[in-house]
């Protein structure tokens, strides 16, 4: 009788520890900060293992690697526990990417810069969505968008800049301005001579944010820790616009924007200015699917995201690999935050003139 009472014990303590719920979830994020061990097998394991889950009276927690050795335990060969966990040298890969790409005078190529991760190109495009949230197309894009814009509020010619900032030729340029800067080029570079400029400041997981928008569209998404400072910037760049702030309408429509492209755990990894631009163009690209002061839904998003996947998915129908159930998206929006109010707080924003 003795022996099942000393398991039972073991296994009560391996399930109120909280980092067992770690290991039942497989939680990456929980990688590097503790090991568990498998008496049964002699092998520790990183949290994120894929292996089969141990039963709890076989499993003891180690705060490092080599407190599992000295317990006399080998390194998983599966989740090699030893190494920078997966998660983290995929950061560092992404990271090194985005470096690329922000520094490249034109946006390279995805074969290129799948080369450069080491990675094939559908797996690179994967990864490097899994990790920022964003494509690589879009990341540069981004980039490219941020040094058009501070070219022209530093005014300079529109031609010069739409050049300096890498994009092949201005009627490429022309047709996408709006959507990328809310107004004509040259009245970005005027200063907003004449716009009503409607802006909402708030708080996500990054800081503080701060969208504006024109009558024509989104023309600043900006992260930073001081709010006073982003609506400051925001007159600096504009000195000719009028400021409407205070609309709750509009402020309504931005929080609940971003409340849906939020997801705190992704890119933890990656350097804060990454996150901040991928962050940053999630929620331009979403602003702009949903239109000016509607209510966003979750299944509007969801439906958006449905219908590229599938798109992809048709498009990638000759591949190996497979892509995410239909089934699999619902579940993920299922467990966001709806309903209880989203994360994203706005304050209201006095208005400025
Ligand atoms: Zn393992």
């Known amino acids: 009788m003795k ?40 092998i520790y394991c990183r949290p994120s293992c894929a292996a089969r889950p141990a039963r709890p009276e076989n499993v003891a927690f180690h705060a490092t690697c080599a407190d ?20 983290a040298q995929r950061a560092a890969t992404v990271a090194k990417i985005c470096r690329l790409i922000e520094t490249a005078e034109t946006a390279p190529a995805l074969t290129e810069l799948a080369q450069r991760a080491g990675l094939s190109t559908y797996h690179f495009h994967r990864v490097f969505k899994a990790v920022t949230g964003v494509t690589p197309k879009a990341y540069a894009a981004a980039h490219r968008a941020t040094r058009v814009r501070g070219a022209l509020a530093r005014g ?43 802006f909402a400041i708030g708080t996500c997981t990054l800081g503080h944010i701060l969208v504006a928008a024109s009558e024509r569209g989104i023309c600043q998404i900006a992260l930073g820790d001081d709010a006073d400072g982003l609506a400051c910037d925001l007159q600096k760049r504009f000195p000719r616009a009028t400021f409407i702030g205070g609309d709750k309408k509009f402020e ?33 690209q979403a602003l702009q699917k949903i239109p000016t002061g509607a209510t966003a839904t979750y299944t509007q998003l969801a439906q958006c995201r449905a219908r590229r996947c599938q798109r992809l998915r048709r498009e990638r129908a000759g591949c190996r690999h497979s ?31």
Request: glycine letters at 12%; proline letters at 5%; a positive charge.
């Open 3 to 42: 022996k099942p009472a000393r398991n039972e014990g073991r296994a009560a303590a391996t399930l109120s520890d909280p980092r067992w719920a770690a290991v039942l979830a497989r939680d990456a994020r929980m990688d590097g900060k503790f090991f568990y061990s498998v008496k049964t097998t002699g």
């Open 68 to 87: 599992a050795e000295r317990a006399g335990f080998r390194a998983c060969k599966r989740c090699k526990p030893g190494q920078a966990s997966l998660t």
């Open 156 to 198: 300079g010619k529109v031609t010069d800049a739409i050049f300096a900032a890498g994009y092949q030729s201005s009627s490429r340029f022309y047709e996408k301005s709006t959507a990328l800067m809310g107004m004509t080029p040259s009245t970005y570079r005027a200063g907003a001579a004449g716009m009503n400029i409607r």
């Open 252 to 284: 309504r429509w931005v929080a609940q924007v971003v409340g849906l492209v939020e997801a705190p755990a992704r890119g933890l990894d990656l350097p804060l200015d990454v996150r901040g631009t991928a962050f940053q163009q999630r929620v331009w």
């Open 323 to 353: 892509m995410p159930s239909r089934g699999a998206h619902r579940r993920r929006f299922g467990r966001l935050p709806l309903g209880r109010g989203t994360q994203t707080d706005f304050a209201p924003a006095g208005g400025e003139g």
